[in-house]
């Protein structure tokens, strides 16, 4: 069984003799290659130069044996591509060039039909990866919700309160729809985009849904999803990583996704007790075992192994993304403990 079989077998929730094994966020600064080509390049030329971003993909792959490849890109292509282009600030955190303050504003973003040609680099790079990987391996895309995308809009970039996209949700709501809307249609394409050019799944993030009050997170976020996942080829692999969305996880389950990715705050093998069988799910090894010890990664992740044994449709990940301190020997030791698991 190739990698690539594996991994769409566990989407597909059939019992397997281990997961698959990618980690969020594996192509990045815990790296030193991706640190060596980060020092000639920005991470935004790296993003929209389909050879540097097919190089940057590829390295943990050439390092580690993984069972995935995501597409090295960003969340926020999305907006720039409708008009709203992003920076990153010397502090840390997001930079949006401006903050979406008016209904005329949002009216003045570019169309959906804009999006494919503004993205082209993206497909080209998945064509590239997807020669690369000659079916050994899953190639994954990927895109932001628009509910979290929109966080970054109107709030102008990173946020610690989100109190604007906040206050128009709840002051007003028709402008907080046609954004989302504008949104919604525009990762619609995006994804299409994405399918075309070979993504074998794609995983939407929705990294802010945590931060939304409970009993609104169907109108604020859930909702713009399942409009998505409907337009996308019928039983497609789609995944949905909310993070902090822990109360809303049977919600999502029927949301039409096939895979819901867990944060590190929940008992996996409960949560897959609690969905129902044809939903797999992803995670959850907290990303700060990481920057441990060997020793302790192969004991948390032989632990969380033990605990899905017997459970079908389980694809091993982090519960968030690996950070830049993690080591490179706390990787290696989690890759051999799954790979090695039976």
Not at 13 to 24: I, K, Q
Not at 84 to 90: A, I, K, L, N, S
Not at 192 to 213: E, H, K, N, P, T
Not at 295 to 303: D, H, K, P
Request: net charge neutral; proline share 5%; aromatic share 8%.
């Amino acid at each position: 069984m190739t990698s690539r079989e594996r991994f769409l077998a566990a989407c597909a929730c059939t019992p397997l003799d281990r997961p698959p094994l990618w980690v969020m966020r594996q192509a990045g600064r815990y790296l030193p290659e991706y640190r060596a080509l980060k020092a000639k390049s920005s991470f935004l030329e790296m993003v929209k130069t389909p050879a540097l971003a097919t190089e940057v993909t590829l390295q943990p792959l050439r390092r580690f044996a993984l069972d995935a490849a995501i597409l090295f890109s960003d969340i926020l292509v999305i907006p720039e591509a409708l008009g709203q282009g992003y920076t990153f600030r010397d502090t840390g955190g997001i930079a949006m060039a401006h903050r979406l303050e008016t209904r005329a504003q949002i009216e003045a973003l570019a169309p959906a039909e804009a999006v494919p040609e503004r993205l082209a680099y993206v497909a080209e790079t998945l064509v590239s990866l997807k020669k690369e990987l000659a079916g050994q391996k899953a190639l994954l895309g990927f895109g932001g919700s628009p509910w979290t995308l929109a966080t970054y809009m109107v709030e102008g970039g990173s946020s610690d309160d989100f109190e604007r996209i906040k206050q128009l949700f709840y002051t007003d709501r028709s402008t907080f729809d046609a954004l989302l809307e504008k949104l919604t249609t525009a990762l619609i394409a995006y994804f299409q985009l994405q399918i075309r050019a070979g993504a074998d799944a794609i995983q939407i993030f929705d990294s802010w849904g945590g931060i939304i009050a409970g009993p609104d997170y169907e109108a604020a976020s859930l909702q713009w999803i399942r409009r998505i996942v409907a337009a996308l080829p019928r039983d497609y692999p789609v995944i949905l990583y909310a993070k902090g969305t822990a109360p809303q996880l049977t919600d999502q389950a029927f949301s039409g996704v096939k895979v819901l990715s867990v944060d590190w705050t929940s008992d996996l093998a409960i949560v897959r007790r609690t969905l129902p069988a044809n939903v797999a799910v992803q995670g959850n090894l907290d990303p700060v075992l990481m920057c441990t010890t060997p020793e302790i990664v192969r004991r948390e992740s032989r632990r969380l192994l033990e605990s899905m044994r017997g459970t079908a449709g389980h694809i091993f990940n982090l519960g968030h993304g690996i950070t830049p301190q993690a080591k490179l020997e706390c990787m290696a030791a989690l890759v051999d403990t799954v790979s090695g698991w039976r």
